[in-house]
């Protein structure tokens, strides 16, 4: 029997292992690059698992206050106060539900909307969230539809609705007044309109309009991530048409777009939509994901990943449910729940993660500022996409106790969510590795020692209340 080396103390830690004898990779990452103009947001040369964005490799890390950022009162201060601690990365849905939005269209004296003119100010703060994100190097990924624009309450004031512009009638477009029940029980006919559905050109003319305009201000950016939907359960055909317009109009711009569902069951034939079709669908958006618990959680993760191994794509997740105020506390989708999943998806492979919106998320809160913060010091030790999943080098593990990522031999990173004791196989590891151990809360380091590889040894988290070990061959 080997003889075991216990590190660590009474807790929860996340530890990290990482070796230090091998470089990064991202200066010969940049020598390759040499001559290549283009700086577009886009899956890395070198691992298409990730994104790289002027050329270099970027983990997208997020957590803001809103989902249609652009019409925040404070947009400048929250992006800054974003980037002080380590975020390049919102959501931004075009939406205008909430009380004091600006809509998209300009209004008559009668107070009636007229879908052919635009109102400037609304394109004008959208204006400035391309430009403030663009000069702090954040990323934007745009939701162009919301279904819950335009359902129930929110329906009746919408611009599209008959009542509201001099547009359309009822007849001509094919609306009703009201459509009362929840957006995800598919009644709007305005997510129908495309020739492979009810056909409607007269409404699908208008919806061009506002998707040819929302390009006209993003495609001279090259920070920009397309999303059709949010949380779609809608037809495929209504999401294969707007793939391929958007593409049309893009033109010789490279743009990166996907489809967000919204089937918690990951394994779900509606998720298949997007998986099973790398041609149309740049990148995954798997937000809906942190909708499961605990292993879960992270086992269907594996499910994403070895899904699409032959062609991996970056797989983000731009909405991390769970605060105490969300709706589902019953389920457990709460503070520990979000910060867990957030640690869960960057171990397990994912290329971003982005808190949700309180009161579903934590916006940016100190639970997650702590999180991002952590997260940004263990790239310090080592980057992510050096590194791969690796349960099978965890041993004596209960669920949901610890998760692992190594380079093995060389760096070892394993995350303790709620405390615990596991033992890690180090017996690829030759030499001696410096082991460090970071709390979550407050994304503090707690302590450095020395390990001898070789053997198992046991990790022991220090805390209770979530920690990360990194073992860095020395």
Known sequence: MKKLQVVGFIGISLVVFACQSNPSGNQESAEQKEGDTSGSIRPWSENPAYWEYKGEPVLLLGATDNDNLFQHPNLKSHLDSLQAIGGNYIRNTMSDRDPGDLKAFATNEAGKYDLDLWHEVYWQQFDSL???????????????????????QEWLTDPFHPANNINYSYEEARLDSLYPNHPGANEQPFFYTVPALDD???VLKYQQSFVRKLLDHTLGHDHVLYCIDNE???????????????????????????????DWDIKSDMHRRTLDHPERYDYIDMSQNSHNTGQLNWDNARFIFDYIQSNPRPVNSTKIYGSETSP?????????????????????????????????????????????????????????WELSPRMDLLSEKEENEAYCAAKEGEK???????????????????????????????????SA???????????????????????VKE
């Open 328 to 384: 589902w506390t019953n389920r457990e989708i709460d503070e520990q729940h979000a910060v867990e999943t957030f640690f869960r998806n960057i171990i397990g492979g994912f290329a971003s993660s982005r808190f949700h919106r309180p009161p579903a998320g934590l916006g940016l809160s100190a639970s997650s500022i702590d999180a991002l913060k952590a997260l940004r010091k263990v790239e310090e030790k080592l980057k992510f």
């Open 130 to 152: 391309l430009h403030w994100t663009a000069q702090r190097d954040i990323i934007v990924q745009i939701e162009i539809w919301d279904r819950f624009d335009h359902s129930r």
């Open 449 to 471: 020692s020395e390990v001898s590889g070789g053997e198992a040894i046991q990790l022991r988290s220090p805390v209770d209340t979530g920690a990360i070990a990194v073992l």
């Open 200 to 202: 409607n050109p007269l």
């Open 412 to 446: 070892y990173l394993v995350y303790f969510p709620q405390g615990g004791e596991v033992m890690l196989d180090l017996s690829s590891l030759t030499g001696n590795a410096s082991l460090q151990w970071l709390s979550v809360t407050g994304a503090e380091w707690l």
């Open 232 to 262: 779609t359960k809608g037809e495929d055909e209504w999401a294969i048409y707007w793939a391929d317009f958007i593409k049309k109009e893009a033109g010789d711009k490279e743009i990166m777009l996907t489809q967000m569902w919204d």
